[in-house]
């Protein structure tokens, strides 16, 4: 496989010069948004957990983005969540579950008009940041793009897509977005980017927590058409019932062509719990279940399902938070 080293070229000093992009947790998505940035001349600088994974990260020479049989290194900067320069544009990278702690860590470097951009999945975890650092603008982001590691510090680009972002408080589309453009990560400025989270959020409430149950991919789920059906109609009553009636539309429609789409795959949680690793739960059922009470709505089979896994992932002493 051709291994191409590309040093970070320095930061472009041309009219359109661009602000420095931080980038805290250099996983899967971090590799992917850092390694395009970068390669298209953007200033980037990753932000690691501490001072051994930052001399892992030096010893491995940059970070690998691996595209069909090519891969290509770019030695990007590092720093620790310590550090002292301001941080003015942030994407966060990190899962969930981590992304409020990793936030508070830098949350007194931010400089008064920082940027952040939420790149979690589900939902809950956005509006623990939010209200970590009120006096920063936090752009939520939802993307279908697919990368998965297949070593430290290398990212495998799985699956081209499109990201959303948008402003919950409807702010108007930051000028960076060019830079998006330039780096070839296709996107698109959402007004309605909680609206189009929660429909992720129904999509994977209804597909992914099956797949670990039955044990399958989710082209498995044909077998269990009743069972999604029923989750369906109780995810779009959800929906309707927070204030979303658009995500509820045709949900199930959309939900049985995922299926099929994808027929062949496993879904991000069967991968994360078939690998021993913590799933996002309490950002996808946790959240949905806890809205449905909020709104005192009863939807037996969510609840159950909740319960299910819950009690899966203990038996197999995974975290069910
Ligand atoms: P990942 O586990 O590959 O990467 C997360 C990184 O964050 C890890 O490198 C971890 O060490 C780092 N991290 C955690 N806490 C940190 C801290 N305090 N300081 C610095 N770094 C820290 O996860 P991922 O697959 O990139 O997923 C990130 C988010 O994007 C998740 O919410 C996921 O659901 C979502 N997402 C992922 C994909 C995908 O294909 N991987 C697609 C769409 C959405
Ligand atoms: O997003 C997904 C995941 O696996 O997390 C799909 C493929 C849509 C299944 O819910």
Redesign the pocket.
């Known amino acids: 496989m051709p291994n191409a080293f590309i040093p970070q070229t320095a930061a472009d000093s041309s009219p359109r010069a661009s602000g420095l992009w931080h980038i ?7 590799t992917l948004w850092a390694t395009r940035l970068a390669r298209a001349g953007l200033p980037v600088r990753l ?3 501490n001072p051994a994974r930052l001399k892992a990260y030096q010893a491995a020479q940059g970070l690998t983005l691996v595209e069909g049989d090519h891969a290509q290194r770019l030695l990007i900067d590092a720093q620790l ?1 310590e550090d002292d320069d301001p941080i003015r544009r942030l994407l966060v ?4 579950y ?1 992304a409020e ?2 936030v508070a ?1 830098i949350a007194a470097r931010l400089s008064p008009d920082a940027e952040l951009i939420l ?4 939902l809950g975890s956005q509006q623990a940041v939010a209200e970590r650092v009120p006096h920063a603008r936090c752009i939520f982001a939802s ?1 279908t ?5 297949d070593g430290d510090w290398r990212a495998v680009f ?2 081209h897509g499109n990201t959303w972002l948008g402003d919950a408080h409807q702010g108007p589309a930051p000028l960076w977005l060019e830079e998006l453009q330039r780096s070839g990560i296709r996107h698109e400025w959402s007004t309605n980017i909680v609206g189009r989270l929660w429909r992720k959020l129904a999509l994977n409430c209804a597909i992914n927590p099956l797949t670990v149950l039955h044990d399958c991919q989710n082209g498995g789920l044909k077998a269990h058409h009743t069972e999604v059906e029923v989750l369906c109609a109780e995810l779009a009553t959800l929906l309707e019932g927070c204030g979303q009636p658009e995500a509820a539309i045709d949900l199930s429609d959309e939900v049985s062509r995922v299926i099929a789409a994808t027929a062949n795959n496993y879904s ?1 949680m069967h991968q994360d719990v078939a690998q021993g690793r913590r799933t ?1 739960i309490s950002y996808l059922l946790g959240y949905a279940c806890e809205a449905a009470h909020r709104q005192q709505l009863t939807l037996p089979h969510l609840e159950q399902l909740y319960q299910r896994l819950t009690v899966h992932l203990q038996r197999r002493g995974l975290p069910s938070n």
């Open positions: 805290l947790g250099a996983g899967s998505m971090g932000i690691v957990r969540p990278t990190c899962k969930a981590d702690r990793a860590q790149l979690q999945n589900g993307s793009e697919g990368a998965f590691r799985a699956g991000s996002e």
